[in-house]
């Protein structure tokens, strides 16, 4: 398949990593990309909990100890970027140098230590690239972004590419549980007196969706996951209704953290932190009354990289862009994916199913996606492409969407009877998506035997619904195609649908 890797190469034009190094108020963290595209996928992700803003609240300045190990993980950052030859590194620092008296001789030591400038955002700019991060990570997004960091708490308005203008305010984990004294009932109170000296934001973002960036709120959702036995452990896209989180915010805020399912998985440094994140997102919910609470693993730094890209890239639909890259890097015939989006397309179109924008987008990465588990062994080819798909590096995707992909090709695989895939799974996709899928999967389990998985193949070959009737196309020169496996195929997507199936010669 030599010329299948000489192909992606030629059309996949990544270049060589990326790399943000962020200096937070809470953690010094370095993530490399694999390259600056739509479609940013990690290659290495190293954090180290500094806790560079505990105490300036009160104090002004960065502690010792705390710039001591920042500077070390800096240093090793530095060989870290060397190591993997990465051709840009962009270093950032938030609220905790930005507020501390020897923020600006932390700044001359830490860029030293990373052999890099360092851009110091203020409170402005790091709410515009934490919108840009939504942006970068969610399709059409449309509410409030939420920044919590160590320091500070950035809100800004987000509608599609649209940015706001946004705020900061002081209410970072380490910044409450500084200035309350470790008393959550005053920092609860702290908290609802800054947010309602910002009604506009809240206000905006009733009936909306509230975009949760940051370390603190991320590892809430994975406790709230753990609380409610979620069958996807993914943090990008997970939504909470803002009932149910309510009622999970206050257990939070009420609890020893020891007590706390699936606590183990948060770092023991992160863990004092959570009663703060909870309170400030207790009050959000409450004075804002979104409709849902989305979190989101993209924040500055995606928005960072997202703001370096082209307009024409930027444009570009994150979930299509990460399954073209997976389809010219695993199918055996890139091509082919796009051919099938297209015959795919002209069958439901001939069928007059109603497709949404939506619809076609989870369809059209579903074809790309189609051949990635050709390698695997064919006893388990359903299951890893289902595991690649629903805990892949996908943006611009929410989980029943996920679901969705990772069923139509396991179906794909496996065959269409349900009963073949977790309960679980299925719940996530809804009834809807989970039909869309079992009717994908039918048409691809015609598709490939016709092909081959070849480009040029399929164009030949066109699927159409004609009154009651499901019919194959097949040039002449194909008939020996027509065994008992093809029409098989063509009998279960006729069964599917309550439809006659017809093979044609033309």
Known sequence: MQHINREAQGRLKIGRPVAIIDIGSNSVRLVAYEGLTRAVTPIYNEKVLCGLGRHVATTGRLDDEAVDRALRALARFRVLCDTMNVS??????????????????????????????????????????????????????????????GGSLELVDVKGSRVGQGITMPLGGLALQDVSGGSLKKAQRIVRDALQRAPEYLENLHGRTFYAVGGTWRALARLHQAARDYPLHVMHGYIIDPEDGLDFLHLVEEADSKTLKDIESVSEARRPLL??????????????????????????????????????????????????????????????GEELCGWTEAFIRSLNLPETQSDTRLRRAACLLADIGWRAHPDYRGEQSLNLIAYGAFAGLDHPGRAYLALSIFFRHEGLSPDKVSSRIKTLAGTKLLERARLLAALMRIAYPVSVAMEGVLPQAPLLARGNQVVLQLPAHMEPLANERLTGRLRSLGKLLNMAPVIEFI
Not at 91 to 114: H, I, K, Q
Not at 131 to 149: H, K, N, Q, R, T
């Open 88 to 149: 840009e590194v962009f270093v950032l620092a938030t609220a905790a140098a930005r507020d501390a008296s020897n923020g600006p001789a932390f700044l001359e030591a830490a860029a030293r230590a990373c052999g890099r400038p360092i851009s110091l955002l203020s409170g402005a700019e790091e709410a515009r690239s934490s919108a840009l991060g939504v942006i970068a990570g969610f399709y059409e997004p449309d509410g409030i972004v939420g920044d919590m960091g």
């Open 275 to 336: 009663a703060y994140g909870a309170i400030l997102l207790e009050e959000i919910i409450r004075l804002g009354e979104p409709k849902e609470v989305a979190i989101s693993a993209f924040g500055v730094r995606e928005g960072v990289l997202f703001d370096k890209l082209d307009l024409q890239t930027r444009e570009r639909d994150p979930l299509l862009a990460a399954a073209s890259d997976l389809n010219l890097l695993r199918s055996r015939s890139p091509r082919h």
